[in-house]
């Protein structure tokens, strides 16, 4: 059993899995100059031509350490989580073709001012919302069938644990 601990989310640290969600510095202004506005934070995809869905998670806080049993990817599919109320939540992702490469995994520690994207095909745990309950806004391309989403359980055996 492999131990992983959490690094910060950090845009070029996480660029292989999807786009880090967050005000940046290329601010124009808008509403009459009541605000200004951050224009093209994440790039959003669909490989099949699919309505976009939105919904809220609302997650359970999760104890640490907490042992990575499954993971799941949206092969056609941008995946898009950003926090409603969170102090900090957890992004574990990892590459791979038909299955997660391990070798790969990476766990990020975010705020609750950062929200994310996974790109499709890439191998993600479901959200880890810790300290607190904890809602997100999510989008991702779907049409109700099993091409959404590819689950895959790990091995016991083979199961990292994240601790901080």
Known sequence: MRAVR??????????????????????RPANQGTAKKSEHVAEL??????????SVFRCA??????EIALLEKH???????VPMNAA????IVALGGDAPDLSTLRVFQASGAQG???RPGVWHHPMVALD?????????F?????ADCIEHPLPEGDRPVVAL
């Open 142 to 146: 779907e049409d109700g069938t099993s």
């Open 45 to 54: 995809r669909d490989l099949r031509g699919v309505t976009p869905h939105l």
């Open 75 to 81: 092969p056609a599919s941008t995946q898009v989580f």
């Open 132 to 140: 607190r309950e904890t809602d997100f806004f999510c989008l991702v």
């Open 88 to 91: 900090r939540f957890l992004v």
């Open 116 to 118: 994310i994207t996974y």
């Open 61 to 66: 806080p999760r104890a640490l350490p907490h």
């Open 6 to 27: 959490p690094e910060p989310l950090t845009r070029d640290a996480y660029a292989p899995f999807g786009d880090l969600i967050a005000a940046n510095d290329g601010w």
